[in-house]
């Protein structure tokens, strides 16, 4: 979805929007990190033809974080 595409359905519709689709809440809980993360620094992109949509995280320190933390697939 970073580039453009969906990859779903593979349209070019994909529209993105700092602080999109987020919980009500002002923070979200980072399970195993012990902080939150602020609303500010999640993404939201949708694709428009199919409806599918991807959050993702902005800051690199978080991303970090987790990389050192969480258990690698």
Not at 4 to 17: A, D, E, M, T, W
Request: aromatic share 12%.
């Amino acid at each position: 979805m970073l580039n453009g595409q969906c990859p779903r359905c593979k349209s070019r519709s994909v529209y993105r929007c700092k602080n999109g689709i987020v919980s009500g809440v002002k923070h979200t809980y980072v399970k195993g990190l012990g902080f939150t993360i602020p609303r500010s620094e999640k993404t939201t992109y949708v694709c428009t033809s199919c409806g599918y949509f991807e959050n993702y995280l902005a800051d690199k320190k978080i991303l970090d974080k987790i990389a050192f933390k969480w258990e690698k697939v």
